[in-house]
């Protein structure tokens, strides 16, 4: 995975936890500075470091596109979509590549 390759990606606390839903040109850096607590605001505070779902994108456009979109979805349809791609809830940020 090179450094800009943009990605729609969720993350939680835990297993049906708290969501966020973020974009980035980098997911496996962006991944780490989660799971470390260097990003400030809502993933520092509500502990949200697993990286459940992520989708790669050809270019940023669109992966902001999909980011808005999946923002306005509801928690049941954000749940499914991960237990669709990852029914354990695992931690997806050790299966990305450099």
């Known amino acids: 995975m090179t450094s800009k390759q943009p990605a729609v990606y969720i993350m939680a606390s835990g297993e049906r936890g708290t969501l966020y839903v973020g974009v980035t040109g980098n997911l496996k850096l ?4 989660h799971r470390e607590g260097l990003v400030e605001g809502f993933t520092k505070r509500y502990d949200v470091k697993c990286l459940v779902w992520f989708e790669l994108h050809p270019d940023f456009p ?8 999946l923002r306005k979805w ?23 590549q450099d």
């Open 74 to 96: 509801n928690r049941a349809w954000k749940l499914e979509l991960v237990e669709t791609a990852n029914p354990g809830w695992c931690d997806r940020r050790d299966d990305l």
């Open 30 to 33: 962006r991944a780490w500075e």
């Open 62 to 69: 669109s992966a902001i596109e999909r980011e808005k979109q």
